[in-house]
């Protein structure tokens, strides 16, 4: 059984991450999971916070000489914001007065939670709810990645559209759509965009957004390749590959919607336009002629590209304030409180999109292959790719 817990607040001393149930003698190096917080910190549009962080981990348990030992691993991320925060988030009772936040800003977890938990002080709500809380799960997704790569299996993401800014056509869903050269220019690009010209109107359409004090939402893609057939099932609701997706998704901070392969499309045309016809070449193996179901048929993997496309809202922090209420006096106020923020968070949701994607096959392909070892997850993994 594969499972992970998070922990930490947003400028508390640490972000702490314990995994369960990787096997033992996986071999995984730090830089490659540091890489992965370092590309989510990256994309235009990120604010402030960015600038103070410098994340990576520190394995506390369960790793040996660079391999897995079969226990549970933890890692921590140091939050070096937490000097200047060390007052207000301290853990023991202080003298200072601090002032509490009463004010809420719409869209965010301000209300609801503040209601939910009785809380006084909405900074009690802010520490956990903040996006700063995905560092966690890239981490782990970046343990994740390690994993799938002993199988063939890669997971890529990039933009599709800022605002009202996107491709003009649809791309396709094959796996020869996603090429070498194309997640390279990717992650060259500032947007996570693979076409230089749309980069530079996303950046375009970012910059009058902070000119007006507004933010920017949009759609990032998650490719996943190299999948055997026959992760997930369809012998439970929640055991479905794609149901475990859509939460994945769902779970990330400002994502409002989620879809798999054609998604959306598939509904305004007919079942004959939309189906992936099925073909078994010379050489014995399985292919579709489309991808319409983005990798997963009956809530299993099909063994085509696994293709997920994911709509964030504009981050919910508006330099120009909205309207709010003060939860302390219920007054309606002007303007809701401001805080550092980022105007557009779509590129750096997109790794941690990754990340999600990464832990949902890792829960999938030690669902289907199991073993205590990683030799022994490897023997039966090929045993039973050989049969098809």
Same mark, same amino acid.
């Given at each position: ?15 702490? +991450?314990?995994?369960?149930? &990787? ?34 981990? !520190?394995?506390? @348990? ?12 933890? *890692? ?11 007052? !207000? ?7 200072? $007065? ?29 520490? #956990? ?19 799938? =790569? ?31 050269? *194309? ?7 500032? +947007? ?11 950046? =375009?359409?970012? &910059? ?38 859509? *939460? ?30 099925? #073909?078994?070449? $010379? ?7 489309? %991808?319409? =179901? ?24 508006? =330099? ?11 007054? %309606? ?20 999109? $990754?990340?999600? +994607? @990464? ?20 023997? %039966? ?8």
């Amino acid at each position: 059984m594969f499972r992970f817990l998070t922990a930490g607040e947003s400028h508390g001393p640490c972000l702490t +991450m314990i995994v369960e149930g &990787l096997p033992a003698g996986l071999t995984v190096e730090k830089a490659i999971v540091d890489a992965d917080l370092h590309r989510r910190q990256g994309g235009y549009g990120r604010g402030g916070r960015m600038k103070i962080e410098k994340d990576a981990i !520190r394995f506390l @348990a369960g790793v040996r000489h660079g391999k897995t030992l079969g226990s549970p691993v933890t *890692m921590q991320i140091e939050n070096l914001d937490w000097v200047n925060w060390n007052e !207000r988030m301290s853990a023991a009772p202080v003298e200072a $007065e601090i002032d509490p936040v009463t004010r809420v800003r719409p869209g965010h977890a301000d209300f609801t939670g503040s209601v939910k938990y009785s809380h006084d002080d909405v900074r009690n709500v802010i520490e #956990r709810s903040s996006s700063r809380e995905t560092a966690s799960r890239v981490a782990v997704g970046g343990l994740c990645r390690q994993y799938l =790569a002993q199988f063939g299996i890669e997971i890529h993401s990039h933009v599709l559209s800022v605002a009202n800014v996107t491709y003009e056509t649809e791309r396709a869903l094959t796996a020869d759509a996603y090429s070498v050269e *194309m997640w390279s220019a990717v992650e060259q690009s500032p +947007m996570r965009c693979a076409d230089a010209t749309l980069t530079e109107k996303m950046i =375009a359409r970012i &910059l009058e957004a902070k000119r007006e004090g507004d933010t920017c939402g949009g759609v990032f893609e998650v490719v996943a390749t190299g999948l055997p057939i026959g992760l997930g099932t369809f012998s439970q609701w929640d055991r479905r590959l794609s149901a475990r997706l859509g *939460m994945a998704m769902m779970s990330i901070p400002s994502v409002k919607g989620m879809e798999i392969g054609s998604g959306f499309a598939a509904t305004r045309t007919t079942g004959s336009h939309v189906h992936d016809v099925l #073909r078994h070449n $010379e050489q014995g193996k399985w292919s579709h002629l489309t %991808n319409n =179901a983005g990798g997963i048929e009956g809530g299993i993997s099909n063994g085509e590209p696994i293709v997920v496309r994911v709509g964030v809202k504009p981050i919910p922090t508006l =330099a120009r304030s909205l309207p709010s209420v003060d939860l302390a006096t219920g007054e %309606n106020t002007d303007e809701s409180r401001y805080e550092r923020s980022d105007v557009c968070v779509v590129p750096a949701a997109g790794v941690v999109g $990754e990340a999600m +994607m @990464a832990i949902v096959l890792t829960e999938a392909l030690i669902e289907k292959f199991g073993g205590d070892s990683i030799e022994e997850t490897l023997r %039966n993994y090929h045993s039973f790719v050989q049969q098809y």
